[in-house]
């Protein structure tokens, strides 16, 4: 697999010689939108201090903190940046980054496995790509499975044996209905019992729901409350050959929205075969990400939402650059 981490100091270096030498870079996975990124020059006012390792990824009365994930124009991970290369925006008020870490913590991780009727010819890789997730994992890591069709099932508790999580992998078979919202629902209910602060869902279906219990509003809510990232690989057939219903056409729009909700992003694959490579590279995402730390400026406990936006002043000689996190959170009611 290719390598698709870069430091900023060598993304440009790198894309000058890739127009001299006329390289391409094929990128096989189209990620959701992210946030809008501004250049500014880089100004030397918030310097930040580091995170210690394994401190809790939460928001609450003091403090705020973020993950983000800053990507070049072929959706390479840019690591190096520096704590006055971004800006925190919460409800368009400018907020004072305190803390600042890109150390690779331990997370708590759950796959969500679609074995719906229709995944029956998909499962094999789908399962392929969810292993080649669980592969970058570190020692400290933990992980659940949970799997789905006409109802969400949790396969495997919390685990670090990898091994284990594959055996529960070999035996499920796809059948039935899709019940894809119960199982987002399940998975999050589960990160209740996560020993790592940084927590991450990966959801691996061909999307739509069809069987769920929960809707789609009592999902979103769900996961603006939650502190968990959610990202999700859609496997889904080329548009013009689709004759499903219309809740799984509408299955790329709703990974889409659920995931950028959480500041993680959603993958699309027509291809089996790039679905491990992109799998990994989800992975790599998640222990190459900036966190970022800062006081919010309104104290009022009044448990409403608040939109929160990162910028970044990007370096002079780089490319533009894009900047994923999540969109808000609500407010504690203390």
């Known amino acids: 697999m290719k390598n698709l981490t870069i430091t900023a100091r060598a993304l440009s270096i790198q894309l000058i010689l890739l127009l001299l030498l006329g390289a391409t870079i094929f990128n096989f996975a189209k990620p959701a939108s992210a946030q809008s990124v501004v250049s500014d020059e880089v100004k030397h006012d918030t310097p930040g201090e580091t995170i210690k390792r394994g401190q809790g990824l939460h928001i609450d009365v003091n ?14 991970i840019v690591t190096g940046l520096e704590p006055d290369n971004f800006r925190v925006f919460e409800d368009n008020v400018e907020q004072e980054v305190v803390n600042f870490s890109s150390e690779d913590v331990p997370i708590s991780i759950g796959v969500i496995l679609d074995l719906s009727g229709s995944m029956a010819n998909k499962l094999g890789k ?4 969810a292993l080649q997730f669980c592969k970058t994992a570190n020692p400290q890591d933990e992980f659940f499975l949970v799997g789905f069709n ?10 670090r044996n990898v091994e284990d999580l594959q ?19 399940l998975g999050l209910s589960q990160m209740r019992g996560a020993h790592s602060g940084k927590r991450a869902l990966l959801i691996i279906s061909d999307g739509g729901d069809n069987n769920s219990r929960y809707s789609e509003k009592d999902i979103k809510r769900l996961v603006r409350e939650a502190d968990t990232q959610l990202y999700s690989i859609g496997i889904f057939d080329p548009f013009e050959y689709r004759s499903r219903t219309p809740e799984e056409l509408n299955g790329p729009t709703l990974l889409s929205e659920t995931t950028e909700l959480s ?26 990400q900036y966190i970022l730390g800062y006081h919010p400026s309104n104290k009022a ?26 969109t808000g959170y609500y407010a504690p009611n203390l």
Do not use: C, Q
């Not at 789908?126 to 790509?129: C, D, G, L, T, V």
């Not at 490579?277 to 995402?285: P, R, V």
């Open 263 to 288: 500041g993680g992003r959603a993958f699309t694959v027509e291809n089996l075969n790039d679905l491990p490579d992109i799998a990994a590279k989800i992975g790599a995402e998640l222990r190459n």
């Open 63 to 76: 403090l705020a903190l973020v993950n983000v994930t800053v990507t070049d124009p072929y959706s390479r």
């Open 167 to 185: 055996s529960r992998m070999l035996s499920a078979s796809a059948k039935g209905k899709t019940a894809l919202l119960d199982a987002i629902y």
């Open 150 to 159: 006409e109802r969400a099932r949790l396969l495997s508790p919390f685990t």
């Open 301 to 326: 406990h009044d448990a409403r939402w608040r939109k929160i936006k990162i910028k970044l002043r990007i370096p002079k000689g780089l490319p533009p650059l894009s900047v994923y996190a999540k």
């Open 126 to 129: 789908a399962k392929e790509a």
